[in-house]
């Protein structure tokens, strides 16, 4: 749960104004190869400790105050959650590289109708 306006910026029309917003997010960590011992592409319990670390700063907090003079779009959210998804989170043991398929791709819904994704290297 998030809070952001657009102010100043006409092409946003309404959401200029201060409103909120509930996301659902998704992760998937794209890999060419299974892991030879495991055969998974993650260790879908890091990688849920790691997401729900990566998005507790932005979780209810004024992305206004947060991240002054940017837009917080829906884009710009998936990148932010990306950076901290790649980099481990803060979760204790995981760091830059711990990941070592090759792609992430990070989906953050607002609703059913409205939906952006980020993919960069794990």
């Not at 829906?74 to 950076?83: G, L, M, P, Q, S």
């Amino acid at each position: 749960m998030i809070a952001h306006s657009f102010a100043g910026n006409e092409n946003f029309g309404p959401a200029q104004n201060l409103h909120g917003a509930t996301y659902t997010i998704d992760v998937e960590f794209r890999s060419s190869r299974l892991h030879p011992k495991n055969n998974w592409v993650v260790d879908i319990g890091a990688a849920s400790s790691i997401l729900s670390a990566a998005c507790s700063s932005l979780n209810f907090s004024n992305l206004d105050e947060k991240y002054p003079g940017e837009m917080t779009t829906t884009e710009f959210v998936c990148k932010k959650i990306h950076e901290g998804v790649k980099t481990g989170g803060g979760v204790q043991g995981y760091k830059k590289g711990w990941f070592k398929g090759g792609e992430i791709k990070v989906t953050v819904h607002e609703s059913h109708k409205a939906w952006a994704s980020y993919t960069g290297p794990g």
